[in-house]
């Protein structure tokens, strides 16, 4: 029976597949899951009662601050705050200086007049102030919350910025005010501005390692040869976001050598600290076509932002086939949104998103519109069972993870969750039972080796009692046999 | 009844124990006295086939990586008997041009014996492996090892007696086979392949002569 429902599901993927109700399973395999999120609702600018044209077209970055929403759009240039009811509170294109910047200006001999954004493409806002990566300007704006300019950061004092432009595209910044920038271009790692906007260094930086094969084949190869060969170009980044604890997590294009760090979470040293203990290595979608293929997209997910939820949950945006993927603080995969279509509750492609609060808010750079999401039941509860479960609360976890079940049987997550409440509990034969259908090898193993421990224990006397008696028997037994066979022969 | 099974035993585990220890005296029964029987390799060959199958479900969880649903007992039976198969025929076709003195049949004989470290360590190895956490899954692989490892040593042994061969001239006859098995192998698909086309282009016309009537 068991196997029979296991066989009609595996048929009927296709057709669930079309609208992504989908995880994966430990074994790789496409399972039908429920989705975390629903559509709420949406905004553009006819609800925003922008009626002018050619206002809020090609929207590039969004970032929620308190219960703000600041978008920057490269259509019509614009800063644009929205509050949590989604109505338009100011929309700005052109900023004046601040008057210690003036001062400053007029020291140096520059003209004093307002500045305006030439097609930005990054925005950050902090406590300390709102980050505008001006792409087209080459520049970044540092702003107050009167937003006048208080800061101008145009050169970079560099070596790489000699032959190349500074294009800022993506920008988050920590709690101190130092800036981390995406820039165009730039193959060395995401680039570090003190609260000054001198350069610091590139952080995040990923040294490409040849294989011994390839190295052996360079041997060999004039200078001319190789130059020809194909690039190893390090990771390029394609967003940043600042967690509260200044860790950075990025989101970086699919190449050749990076399929297992495509989303990483960056410490101050630089060092890739992500956790993948999940089933699979955060990454988007697991299972995809591969090869060139005109009917069918095709190749790895094209993860463009992340967005960070409370309990080290966060999401991540696939712009290539419109999916939400979102992973717990240990690298499982919990659930996968996917509405690509040109409708108003859909949105076909995705550049960036953020967590308002417990909404999801989805920037749909093609449509100018924003989708709101909010959480299913199922989102709901697997959240919240992994919220009780990392402040320490595994009894009420465990009771959380039942009600998962209950919406999607197939939840494997769901079990180890289970199963960890029973390890501690001292259950450790029902643990074993819930880490098997969970597949967690590390905690199947800790629960098998006390439960194992248990029944030896518990049964110490029997076994000794085997292992004295048993030769004990067998000797006495041939004893007997010979001294009766003895007698026989007197 | 008893003698019976004493003669089970002699010939399932004791005969193979003792090639195993003594691959040249065992050997020379098993070709000039006839001691190796064809039933015997035939059935170590069916349990290397239930050994695979079993291990595919139900090896120790901590150490499958095999998703139990992608199972075929078809696919491993065969494979055992394509492997098997392609062996034996390789290996005869080569030594007969290599003066081998072995017929078809003792190499048959010969792998099916071969298997006899696999099927005595594999079985309960298996049983063990349900029963190990993590940290001891090392003993396990190491168990299997040593009964791969002792099953090519029982296998190299038996080519080399049976054909009356040298070392130097036992592992030639070994690469040589494997290149006869690749070209076997080479020949068959390609022979599937044209037989698919041919059945494809005959539906074609059939088909075809159906729409113009």
Same mark, same amino acid.
């Given at each position: ?66 219960? !703000? ?134 952080? $995040? ?17 004039? %200078?001319? !040869? ?5 690039? *190893? ?53 697991? !299972?995809?076509?591969? $090869? ?91 959240? %919240? ?9 595994? %009894? ?24 960890? *409440? ?15 259908? $969970?597949?967690?090898?590390? *905690? ?5 080796? !006390? ?40 | 009844?008893?003698? @019976? ?5 002699? +010939? ?15 050997? +020379? ?7 190796? @029987? ?33 199972? =075929? =007992? ?16 390789? =290996? ?122």
């Amino acid at each position: 029976m068991k196997l029979f429902v296991w066989i009609s599901l595996l048929l009927t993927l296709p057709v669930n597949f079309t609208v992504a109700r989908y995880n994966y399973s430990y074994y790789g395999d496409v399972i039908h899951s429920a989705p975390g999120f629903t559509f709420a609702q949406y905004f553009n600018a006819t609800t925003l009662g922008l009626n002018v044209n050619n206002q809020f077209t090609q929207p590039e970055d969004l970032i929620v601050y308190g219960d !703000q929403i600041y978008i920057v759009t490269s259509g019509d240039s614009a800063l644009y705050i929205i509050n949590d009811r989604f109505e338009l509170q100011l929309r700005k294109t052109s900023f004046d200086l601040s008057a210690e910047l003036e001062t400053q200006f007029i020291e140096e001999g520059k003209v004093v007049a307002p500045q305006t954004l030439n097609k930005p493409r990054g925005i950050d806002v902090k406590d300390t102030g709102i980050y505008i990566a001006d792409t087209d300007n080459k520049r970044i704006l540092k702003l107050n919350f009167d937003l006048e300019i208080v800061m101008i950061v145009d050169s970079i004092d560099d070596v790489t910025f000699e032959s190349v432009e500074f294009e800022p595209a993506k920008i988050t910044t920590d709690s101190t005010g130092r800036m981390y920038v995406v820039a165009s271009n730039i193959y060395e790692g995401i680039l570090e501005l003190d609260t000054d906007g001198s350069f610091n260094r590139y952080t $995040g930086v990923n040294p490409i390692t040849l294989t011994p094969l390839e190295i052996f084949q360079r041997q060999f190869m004039t %200078e001319e !040869q190789i130059s020809k060969l194909e690039r *190893y170009l390090p990771t390029e980044y394609t967003n940043v976001n600042m967690s509260d604890k200044n860790f950075i997590y990025s989101t970086s294009l699919p190449s050749a050598n990076n399929d297992s760090n495509m989303i990483q979470l960056i410490n101050p040293k630089g060092i890739d600290v992500l956790k993948r203990n999940g089933y699979h290595i955060p990454k988007g979608d697991i !299972q995809f076509v591969v $090869g060139m293929n005109n009917y069918v997209i095709d190749g790895p997910s094209r993860l463009v932002d992340v967005a960070l939820y409370k309990d080290g949950i966060y999401t991540v945006l696939d712009t290539k086939r419109s999916r939400l993927f979102t992973y717990d603080s240990e690298g499982n995969l919990l659930y996968i949104n996917g509405d690509a279509g040109n409708q108003s509750d859909r949105f076909s492609e995705g550049v960036a998103l953020d967590y308002l609060k417990d909404r999801l808010v989805v920037l749909d750079r093609q449509l100018n519109q924003v989708i709101v999401y909010e959480h299913t039941e199922f989102g709901n509860k697997v959240n %919240e069972a992994i919220g009780l479960y990392e402040r320490g609360e595994f %009894e009420a976890a465990a009771v959380i993870w039942e009600e998962v079940l209950t919406l999607n049987t197939n939840y494997e997550i769901a079990y180890n969750g289970i199963g960890k *409440y029973y390890l501690r509990t001292g259950e450790f034969d029902k643990a074993i039972e819930f880490f098997a259908v $969970g597949k967690d090898k590390f *905690y199947y193993s800790k629960a098998f080796k !006390q439960y194992r421990n248990q029944i030896i224990k518990d049964n110490f006397g029997y076994i000794i009692g085997a292992i004295l008696l048993i030769p004990i028997g067998i000797t006495t037994y041939r004893v007997v046999k010979k001294v009766r066979k003895g007698d026989e022969l007197e | 009844m008893k003698e @019976k099974l004493a003669l089970v035993f002699n +010939d399932y585990i004791k005969f193979p124990a003792f090639i195993l220890t003594h691959p040249f005296d065992g050997f +020379d029964d098993l070709k000039t006295q006839k001691k190796g @029987k064809l039933s015997v390799a035939i059935i170590f060959m069916v349990l290397y086939a239930l050994l695979r199958i079993f291990t595919y479900q139900y090896e120790g969880f901590l150490i499958n990586e095999r998703n139990p649903l992608n199972l =075929n =007992n078809l696919q491993e039976i065969l494979s055992v008997v394509l492997i098997v198969g392609l062996f034996v025929t390789a =290996n005869w076709s080569v030594t007969t041009l290599m003066e081998g003195k072995g017929k078809f049949k003792e190499i048959f004989i010969v792998t099916g014996y071969a298997l006899f470290p696999l099927i005595i360590i594999g079985f309960p190895g298996l049983a063990l492996s349900n029963f190990l956490t993590l940290e001891e899954m090392p003993f396990y692989t190491l168990l299997m090892g040593i009964a791969y490892f002792l099953t090519g040593w029982m296998l190299f042994m038996g080519i080399l007696n049976i054909h009356e061969y040298g070392l130097f001239k036992t592992v030639l006859a070994f690469i040589a086979t494997i290149v006869s098995m690749l070209v076997m192998i080479f020949l068959g698909l390609l022979f599937f392949d044209l037989i698919q086309q041919f059945i494809a282009f005959i539906t074609a016309i059939i088909e075809e002569l159906g729409l113009r009537r």
